[in-house]
């Protein structure tokens, strides 16, 4: 069992930043991957970026060059930096966990508003 804590979201003007963070109850290096999720309304829930165990990433074409993933071992937690943030870039973001079955985090909203 995995228990991930997210916080950082909030509510940001078109252009800025907002950090997210994820604190796992486990190890992250006992984890294949850790990474966010979000779902906008009426929409499904999409994969913004990933961190593996080997600490290669992957990241939606919408987010790349945009948002950055890292991950601070010592702390078990992961992080998502958002910077030029979109309109379309507000949703509610969920940490993800895969160890071998996946686990979701209670979702944070991102709001973007002028």
């Known amino acids: 069992q995995v228990q991930l804590v997210e916080s950082g979201g909030g509510l940001v003007q078109p252009g800025g930043s907002l950090r997210l963070s994820c604190a796992s109850s486990?190890?992250?290096?006992?984890?294949?991957?850790m990474g966010w999720y979000r779902q906008a309304p009426g929409k499904g829930r999409e994969l913004v970026a990933l961190?593996?165990?080997?600490?290669?990433?992957n990241y939606a074409d919408s987010v790349k060059g945009r948002f950055t993933i890292s991950r601070d071992a010592a702390k078990n937690t992961v992080y998502l930096q958002m910077n030029s943030l979109r309109f379309e870039d507000a949703a509610v973001y969920y940490c993800?966990?895969?160890?071998?079955?996946?686990?979701w985090g209670q979702g944070t909203q991102v709001t973007v508003s002028s």
């Open positions: 993800y966990a895969r160890a071998g079955p996946a686990y």
């Open positions: 486990r190890s992250i290096f006992s984890l294949n991957a």
């Open positions: 961190i593996f165990n080997s600490g290669g990433t």
